[in-house]
């Protein structure tokens, strides 16, 4: 199915988006790039909707004048003073809403981008990249990662437009009231700022240390709760509570620590700012007092006010930078993935309407990265159409990698594989496993109907199409006898459902696509007797005219194929059918010998 025009932004977004992804500022001008006007006529329009912080003290300081003045300045400047506080005040509702609006559109809008753009990438980036990353992580990146960026912005935005806007007004209106007391500020403002800042650290430590508890708290729940059968099990639930109840002490220990550090240094933060505050109330009434400096009573009230707006602007600034530096790691961290180019590029090549399944191994290696070691060696095979081969041999011989040469995961590291007399790096592959099944031990189901898992990439499906798939998987009896039918949901990896249902849906899954070669990796283990068998001969029937590689570890369920690869240390050691290598007494004996 062709990739949707939003598909096709996402994917050129990322590769612009990867060629700036080692400089996270630009990344991020890149994100924003359509909403720079809305960004721009937000921050205008902050401007407005912050005016109150600074104007009010103007005001107050001005009606305590008016007082002051014992009738000298008329009652019309008072209610003009009240009528403006009062417009100043009200514009704060509609510029605060339009503002919001604004931002967060552009936001909004970087966030789904993005996360677009991740999962755009997640699906292009080859399967060796999943095998060295977990799937926790890569989530994070996702969502946590972006979340941060997001608050980056919002901080970029709104914070520090706030702190700056601030800081620009107390000095602006001191300089033009009274510029001598600019000295009492230049004197005082970085002290103050220094030492709230020394009696929040301590409290920013403890909150670490507590979240630490916290997530090593939620760890030891979370692994409680998986092992409950094991536990139950082996009867153990004293030695789980103990372990539990140990955590929740050193859990109550670090509340108890950060309770009280926070009520100390709070009270200490606290009390340092009223005493900065209190010391510039005194020192500008002592000013006005004795005029040293021509200061009115209501300049008392403005100077304290314009201190305390800058102390708070400077203790605003030095809050950000950590949250900033916090924002540009996660940009980082989410430019692992965006600047990835271990990608599957299928752009440009070879599509194919129709697959016959003959597949030629000329001389292939492979090496995984990192590692001194070839997992194959000079394998050199052919494979007719319908055919069916099994590879067998030793764990970490091969096998696996086989498998993913052939699906496409993985690139002969020298070599190559021909399908149909085409090399498989020279196709799109996206066409050519349209005509690929796969059936493994571990069958992934996602928590929906049955219908959505059977017919999952495909449209249109009918009722009897579905049906007969279900039947030749020798799952349409048990379908049938759930609550809904094909409707019925089976929760999460399909946890309703026993493994060897599972894995006969698997199989409808397989067959309703019909397709040309067929992937079978332990299909059949970890199963019962009776489950096997109706697999193994649902297995039967999805393997009939088509080109099938079978890995298996149970020589039983290999015995009926046309062909038998023995592999070694990565390289084929045999090949024949079952009886032809028994009678060998090779590699394939002893190991069926062991089985035996």
């Known amino acids: ?44 329009i902050y401007i407005i909707k912050h005016s109150p912080v600074w104007i009010m003290p103007l005001i107050t300081a001005d009606i305590i004048n008016i007082i002051a003045s014992q009738g000298q300045i008329g009652l019309g400047r008072l209610w003009f003073d009240g009528f403006l506080l009062l417009i100043v005040l009200l514009q704060n509702i509609p510029t605060q809403y339009v503002y919001i609006r604004l931002l967060s559109r552009a936001i909004r809008r970087m966030e789904s981008k993005l996360r677009s753009m991740l999962a755009q990438q997640l699906q292009l980036i080859s399967i060796g990249f999943y095998n060295q990353r977990s799937s926790g992580v890569l989530q994070a990146k996702v969502l946590r990662d972006v979340e941060i960026i997001e608050q980056l912005t919002r901080n970029v935005f709104q914070s520090f437009p706030a702190a700056i806007l601030n800081l620009l007004a107390a ?14 500020f230049v004197a005082t403002v970085p002290l103050a700022a220094i030492v709230l800042r020394t009696t929040r650290n301590p409290i920013q430590s403890s909150n670490s240390a507590f979240r630490h508890q916290v997530e090593r708290l939620a760890a030891r729940l979370s692994e409680m709760i998986q092992l409950i059968p094991i536990t139950r099990a082996h009867a153990a639930e004293e030695e789980e509570m103990r372990k539990l109840d140990r955590r929740l ?19 200490a933060s606290w009390v340092s700012f009223n005493l900065f505050n209190g010391l510039c109330l005194v020192v500008a009434a002592w000013a006005c007092y004795t005029q040293f400096l021509p200061l009115a009573v209501g300049d008392v009230v403005l100077m304290t006010s314009y201190f ?38 299928n752009e440009g090549k070879q599509r194919l309407n129709q697959v016959a399944g003959r597949f030629q191994f000329n001389n292939v290696h492979f090496s995984y990265p990192d590692t001194q070691r070839s997992s194959l060696y000079d394998v050199t095979l052919e494979v007719q159409p319908g055919e069916t081969i099994a590879f067998v041999g030793p764990s970490g011989s091969g096998k696996s990698t086989l498998l993913n040469l052939v699906i496409g995961f993985l690139q002969p590291s020298a070599g190559t594989i021909l399908l149909d007399g085409h090399d498989l790096q020279t196709i799109d592959l996206r066409s050519y496993r349209r005509h690929i099944s796969v059936v493994s031990q571990e069958t992934l189901l996602f928590d929906g109907s049955v219908r959505d898992n059977i017919c ?21 009896e048990f379908v049938l006898d759930m609550p809904d039918g094909l409707d019925t949901l089976i929760g999460e990896r399909g946890t309703r459902l026993s493994g060897g249902q599972r894995q006969r849906l698997a199989i409808a899954r397989a067959l309703i696509r019909n397709p040309r070669v067929l992937i079978l990796d332990e299909a059949t283990s970890a199963l019962d007797s009776i489950s096997e068998g109706l697999i193994q ?19 039983s369920t290999v015995r009926n194929a046309d062909r038998i690869v023995v592999i070694e240390h990565g390289q084929i050691v045999e090949v024949g059918s079952h009886q032809a290598l028994i009678e060998q007494h090779g590699a394939y004996a002893q190991l069926q010998a062991l089985q035996a």
């Open 1 to 44: 199915m062709p990739m949707t025009n939003q598909s096709l932004a996402a994917r050129r977004s990322s590769a612009t988006a990867k060629s700036t992804a080692q400089n996270p500022m630009r990344l991020l001008l890149i994100l924003y790039r359509e909403d720079w006007g809305k960004l721009a006529l937000a921050s205008l």
């Open 171 to 184: 000095i602006i209106v001191v300089a033009f009231r009274s510029p001598w007391f600019l000295v009492f």
């Open 249 to 267: 002490v050193q859990f109550q220990h670090a509340g108890l620590r950060l309770d009280a550090v926070n009520s100390l240094f709070g009270a």
């Open 308 to 345: 305390s707006i800058l102390t708070g602007a400077v203790m605003e600034l030095a809050n950000l930078a950590p949250q900033i530096s916090k924002g540009l790691e996660s940009v980082q961290s989410v430019s692992e993935i965006l600047d990835n180019d271990d990608i599957e590029d």
């Open 456 to 476: 999952y990439g495909l449209n249109d499906v009918s009722e009897a199409t579905i049906e007969q798939a279900l039947r030749d998987a020798n799952a349409l």
């Open 537 to 555: 001969e649902a297995l039967e029937r999805l393997m009939q005219g088509r080109t099938t590689f079978v890995v298996a570890h149970r020589l």
